[in-house]
DNA sequence: CAGTGAGCGAGCTTCCGCTTGACTT
């Protein structure tokens, strides 16, 4: 072969072939090839900072097939991504390959086009050395803050805890959200909202509206009716104002994210795994992005399709740029591969992630929608205030046509827009009914995990391809939690004014209900109230823009990586050391009282394995006695009450087939203990005052679960059974789990064909690599 | 899954960004 392409995506490998011809071989290494090793600092801090680089063990093959190909070919043609990141994959490749430079080029494009592939290989170039170094100094730098504050925060809170550049901030937002919400003192007002009848013989035309001002208290408001009882209400004003609204631009990830969360009740992880589906089959662009740039073959596709779809004055080509900080656009927008395709045959979840797509995309490409906004304002002869309608008409739908962004805003049920009848100056109105409502003032929402994915691209923090997985470290570590929240009744004052009596009654409201939004847990506001305190400045929001704007300088040429590492090192590293040194522990201790029995100190902390109360002192000669929190409860609330109650645990409740049942709080949450097997309380189960008659239930439940699991047992071995499980049947002895081969019916398998089936299966890999995954 | 928590001390944990399978048992 005489030309080898080396792109990072298998995929985009495939589509390119196809561009170039028979001369040309185009293969893809899977992103970078090379890394700092995991298990040690790999960083020579003395010597300039110099990085100690190996093969990442899941590249050994392409690295050794990359070779091979190279050596074969005359030419090599670097084709990796257009930013940071692509350049020193090239970088590393031309190392690792051991390419001769002679026969090596380095080649981009920013759009799988034919046009913009074959321009490229006309303009090669060399690789650019100073871009290169600005990616090692952003590597150099992650490194070093990782693993010297993850190391610190082992010794003083507890271990296995992370911090870094990018994580630590993701737990700061929502931390800092929480005590916000804490802070957040609800208020009421009164809104006042009022229908009138447009002629005084028929209810036909009603029209609604709301009151200019809002009253502070329930007095003021019923002040206000009596006034209206006797007043005359007469049009003052009319006003039409035209307004147009724009698409939004076509989605990045970011913005895929956002929507396919509140459009699809997709997660973040969710929405990238049915993107990644998408693209391999060819369905979309690139779904790890942060461009706004559609090619101009898609603009042209784009608008063919609104023609035949809409017709000719629904088209608007635009061309969008990115107002995001540090946005390095390698790649276009994410968008339909072929615009003329606005469904896929696929599954539900991509068939519906796709039309969005489709969707936001032919949008971004059609014309604004015409609107005309009129207000009325209606005088009240008695009263100073105003009541105002506010209509909207579509005058043009446009883009409206086939798509609409959502928003993250709580929608106060205002009145809704409509037409409204034609009215004029001097138009008397008839009072219908005049409802005084008591409202409250919400807090600022919890983040959800699209809300946080926005935020931090606000912040300039992390890359398309780390929203996902960022999100997902924080929850592994347990810094925060995903969760639902019951929502609570709440009273309010309705008052109406009807005829002209004025009634009062309470209603109930149901409010504060949530779902999947992100909590901060006790490990997660202790390591942050840690690094605030000691690391401020490394937690900053605005660190990552500062140290942007450096690596900027580098690629640049105006500034030289490792002196710049060598400026944030020095008193980095002496911060550590001093923490190290002169810091005790940070576990969060608070003494709650004394037990009245014993007449020991019991205190709340965090603990080796999560939040604890602890009765006794740690120094006396007793061992103290321990006991975990229960779900739910938190380190800053709990009171001693709620912790002399989790020292009643384990307690008997019971017996149950003659057997002891006793109930406890273990790693897992509550559960029932029973013949030496544990039944997991649910979470409408308080361990506190559950019974028996409940606790037997659980076990039955869960015994009758099991059953319904079993596909097979034997006589001769109870230790064997055929299981159902997520992935298909299988095999499970004495706690082990064995596939079964595909050509075998797990029904009709004997108690022979089992054994061989367990002693076939190849052994167990070390037991450490699932535990560190988990 | 499993009922731990001091202290002793071994040996472990950890970052961000670029990419997919292999695999879950």
């Not at 060399?126 to 504050?149: F, N, P, S, T």
């Amino acid at each position: 072969m005489k030309n080898l392409v080396i792109v990072e995506s298998p995929a985009k490998a495939k589509t390119i072939e196809n561009f170039l011809g028979k001369d040309y071989s185009v293969k893809s290494c899977f992103g970078h090839v090379r890394d700092l090793s995991p298990k040690f600092l790999s960083i020579n801090v003395d010597e300039g900072f110099s990085p100690n680089y190996e093969i990442s063990p899941d590249k050994t093959k392409v690295v050794k097939d990359l070779t091979k190909a190279a050596k074969e070919s005359e030419t090599v043609w670097l084709a990796t991504d257009e930013d940071r990141e692509g350049e020193a994959i090239s970088w590393h490749l031309v190392e690792a390959l051991k390419l001769d430079e002679s026969k090596t080029k380095r080649i981009t494009f920013h759009e799988i086009t034919k046009t913009a592939v074959t321009e490229a290989i006309t303009n090669p170039r060399a690789i650019d050395k100073k871009l290169v170094d600005a990616q090692q100094a952003r590597r150099v730098l992650d490194r070093l803050v990782g693993y010297e504050l993850s190391p610190l925060l082992w010794k003083k809170i507890k271990p296995a805890l992370s911090a870094g550049r990018v994580q630590s901030v993701a737990v700061r937002l929502i931390v800092e959200r929480e005590e916000t919400i804490k802070k957040f003192q609800s208020s009421s007002y009164y809104r006042i909202i009022a229908s009138f009848e447009i002629d005084e013989n028929s209810n036909a035309t009603i029209i609604n509206t709301e009151l200019s001002k809002r009253f502070d208290t329930k007095e003021e408001a019923i002040a206000f009716l009596e006034k209206c009882k006797n007043s005359e209400f007469k049009v003052i004003n009319t006003e039409k104002n035209p307004l147009k609204k724009s698409p939004a631009p076509p989605f990045t990830t970011s913005t895929l994210q956002q929507e396919a969360s509140r459009k699809l009740g997709f997660s973040v992880s969710k929405t990238m795994m049915v993107a990644q589906q998408l693209y391999e089959s060819g369905n979309i662009t690139y779904m790890r992005t942060d461009s706004l740039n559609l090619s101009n073959l898609a603009i042209s596709m784009a608008k063919k399709e609104i023609i035949t779809q809409f017709g000719e004055k629904y088209v608007k080509t635009r061309k969008f740029t990115s107002k995001i900080k540090g946005a390095q656009e390698a790649h276009e927008a994410i968008r339909p591969t072929y615009l003329n395709k606005p469904q896929v045959k696929a599954d539900a979840s991509q068939k519906r992630l796709y039309e969005l797509i489709w969707k936001r995309t032919i949008a971004s490409q059609m014309s604004q929608a015409e609107l005309e906004k009129t207000t009325i304002t209606i005088d009240v002869s008695n009263a100073k205030e105003n009541f105002v309608a506010r209509g909207e008409v579509i005058k043009f739908d446009g883009f409206l046509k086939v798509y609409l962004e959502s928003t993250d805003d709580v929608k106060e049920n205002g009145i809704e827009k409509g037409i409204l009848p034609p009215l004029k100056i001097n138009d008397i109105l008839f009072r219908k009914n005049i409802i005084a409502e008591q409202k409250f003032t919400n807090h600022t929402p919890r983040y959800s995990e699209a809300a946080l994915v926005k935020k931090m691209e606000e912040l300039g923090i992390g890359r398309p391809s780390t929203y996902a997985p960022t999100i997902s470290t924080i929850q592994k570590r347990e810094y925060v939690v995903k969760q639902d929240k019951i929502g609570e009744e709440r009273n309010y004052d309705y008052i109406s004014l009807i005829s002209n009596d004025i009634e009062e009654v309470q209603k109930t409201e149901i409010t504060g209900q949530i779902k999947s939004k992100l909590f901060p847990t006790d490990i997660g506001k202790l390591v942050n109230d840690f690094l605030l305190q000691y690391f401020d400045d490394v937690i900053d929001y605005n660190f990552t823009a500062k140290v942007e704007k450096e690596f900027d300088e580098i690629a640049a040429g105006k500034k030289v990586w490792n002196e710049m590492i060598h400026e944030f090192y020095g008193p980095f590293h002496a911060k550590i050391d001093d923490t190290l040194k002169n810091s005790s522990k940070f576990i969060g201790e608070r003494l709650l009282g004394k037990d009245p029995k014993t007449d020991k100190n019991i205190f709340v902390k965090i603990g080796r394995f999560g939040p604890m109360v602890q009765m006794g002192d740690t120094d006396s000669e007793e061992k103290p006695r321990f006991a975990g929190l229960k779900n739910g409860q938190s380190l800053d609330t709990l009171t001693l009450d709620d912790a002399l109650d989790l020292f009643k645990f384990p307690y008997a409740i019971g017996t149950f087939e003659d057997e002891e049942l006793t109930v406890a709080i273990g790693r897992f949450g509550p559960y029932v203990k029973h013949n030496k097997l544990f039944f997991s309380l649910s979470k409408t189960d308080d361990p506190l005052t559950i019974t028996e008659k409940r606790a037997i239930e659980i076990i039955e439940e869960k015994r009758k679960k099991e059953k319904e699991k079993t596909i097979k047992e034997f006589k001769e071995n109870k230790n064997l059974k055929v299981l159902n499980g997520k992935w298909g049947p299988y095999i499970s002895l004495n706690k082990t789990n064995y596939k079964i081969p595909k050509d075998k019916d797990a029904a009709s398998l004997s108690l022979d064909e089992c054994l061989k089936i367990v002693d076939d299966a190849p052994k167990k890999k070390g037991k450490k690599k699932y535990k560190s995954t988990k």
